[in-house]
């Protein structure tokens, strides 16, 4: 890490991230990686527990199928928020 990035975050040791998705990963990752202990959350199950509206993107169009792989990929519980999704009625 730069200096004057460095010096900007001085005294700083811990740091969370809200959404565990790629980027998410991987910025607590990079922050790992320089010294910082680091909270990963998703909150996604607690907002809706809690009764309150989430809005979920949906990809669409001509490439939508390879994008939704992906980010069934990148996190496997993913593929059971799918399903019981198909499975529940809103």
Do not use: C
Request: proline share 3%; hydrophobic share 45%; no cysteine.
């Amino acid at each position: 890490m730069s200096a004057p990035v460095r010096g900007l975050l001085d005294g700083i040791t811990r740091i969370g991230v809200v959404g565990a998705g790629q980027m998410g990963r991987g910025i607590a990752q990079l922050a790992a990686s320089h010294g910082f202990a680091v909270t990963l959350a998703d909150a996604q199950r607690e907002i809706a527990a809690a009764g309150k509206t989430l809005r979920v993107y949906v990809p669409y169009g001509d490439q939508w199928y390879g994008y939704f792989m992906r980010r069934l990929a990148e996190r496997p519980a993913n593929i059971a928020f799918f399903l019981r999704s198909l499975a529940t009625k809103t």
